[in-house]
């Protein structure tokens, strides 16, 4: 890697440029290719709900299913997973399946950036899960909601141990939930980098690579598409812990 | 000419005839033993999920025994006692993970009394989900 220079590292996509420095009381606040790239997915999943579904018709267009699906998607997978208490908590669920998609579509375009590759934004996400999460458990059912720690059927004297474990796999969870998100994407955004760079290197036998990154791009978009649904799912699953407590 | 040589050749052995069938099957049988790109996906990804839950564990058990020693000027000691906590929270997520809990990484007894639609049943208190 050393000799193609920084410019041809498969790591190079992930570098956060600026596009517009600006800095607010001493904090850069610069607006970046991550920024623009997340600003593209709001502007285009707005686009799509907005003008999928102007018209409303009884007998629904190809877009207006295509965004009635991605509604009854996630509205399934919340009734299934939470149970009725889970619907209003269906505006925040639905708008981060369709943010981490769109990012992670956006970023199988070339040459454009993926911000769920980055921990700060996968954790970001995974942080406001977890703490909202916890809120509204603790809200719900108040001290209760420190016996989740407790399993029952625990023999008094394991307790000291059994507690501690309990609340650092609680804790793992927003780590766990954005370390997949981001080492799904990066592995594989690597992967491709590596294998189209393979390409012009051998020549002729090229061809494999080729093929390869033909069905690593695939995988992607069906990667793409699972770790966002992934997300979306666990979210339920925590949501679904907090409020039925068991 | 070709006669006499084939009146020569000795009959194939069974061993070559084994290792003739065996090429054979083999060359039949590769294209359909790759699995297809959503299969290796859906297995990668489950490998993924745990290394990552028996890592995110012992991180947040490493970092957090740390903390405490930078705080309590205990070093090492809390670092070695949340190491192995850590790392038994990352089997416990792990366990949960392989043994059908789904993806629930916290406490999850009540699973099989709740499989999907769980409406106002009250929780029931026996512990034989714990399995």
């Known amino acids: ?51 999928s579904m102007r018209r409303g018709a009884l007998v629904p267009g190809r877009w207006q299913v295509l965004a009635e699906l991605s509604y009854e998607f996630i509205a399934n997978m919340i009734r299934d997973n939470v149970g009725q208490e889970g619907r209003r908590y269906f505006p925040f669920i639905f708008a981060l399946f369709m943010f981490i998609f769109a990012g992670n579509l956006i970023g199988m375009i070339p040459y454009s950036f993926t911000y769920t590759s980055h921990l700060a934004v996968t954790f970001g996400m995974a942080a ?44 793992s969870r927003p780590v766990s939930l954005s370390l997949r998100l981001f080492a799904n994407m990066t592995a594989g955004h690597t992967m491709m980098k590596v294998f189209a760079g393979f390409i012009f290197v051998l020549g002729a036998a090229g061809l494999a690579p080729l093929v390869m990154v033909v069905a690593l ?30 | 000419m070709a006669g006499v040589m084939n009146d020569r050749k000795p009959p194939p052995s069974l061993d070559d005839l084994d290792a003739k069938l065996r090429n054979a099957k083999a060359r039949r049988e590769s294209p359909q033993e790759m699995p297809d790109p959503a299969s290796i996906g859906a297995g990668l990804g489950f490998a993924l999920r745990v290394g990552i839950e028996l890592v995110a564990a012992l991180a947040i058990g490493v970092g957090i025994g740390w903390l405490l020693d930078y705080w309590l000027e205990t070093s090492p000691l809390m670092l070695v006692v949340f ?38 049943e009250p929780p029931s208190q026996d512990g034989k989900g714990s399995g």
Request: glycine share 10%; hydrophobic share 55%; charged share 10%.
């Open chain 1, 1 to 51: 890697m050393a000799e193609a220079g920084s410019g041809h590292s498969p790591l190079e996509q992930f570098q956060i440029k600026e596009i517009i420095p600006l800095k607010l009381g001493g904090v850069d606040v610069s607006f970046t290719n991550s920024a623009l790239a997340m600003t593209v997915a709001v502007v285009l999943v707005s686009c799509f709900l907005i003008f």
């Open chain 1, 128 to 171: 406001v899960v977890f703490i909202g999460v916890t809120i509204i458990g603790i809200v719900k059912h108040g001290v209760k909601f420190f016996g989740f720690f407790l399993p029952h059927g625990v023999p008094w004297f394991l307790a000291w141990l059994i507690i501690p474990i309990e609340i650092l796999s609680y804790l």
């Open chain 1, 217 to 246: 791009t695939g995988l992607e978009i069906i990667i793409a598409f699972l770790q966002a649904y992934v997300f979306a799912i666990l979210t339920c699953v925590y949501l679904n812990d907090a409020i039925h407590l068991h």
């Open chain 2, 83 to 120: 190491f192995f906590l850590g790392s038994a929270a990352g089997f416990l997520n792990v366990y949960r993970a392989v043994s059908g809990y789904g993806y629930a990484a916290g406490y999850s007894l009540g699973e099989d009394e709740r499989p999907s639609s769980s409406q106002e």
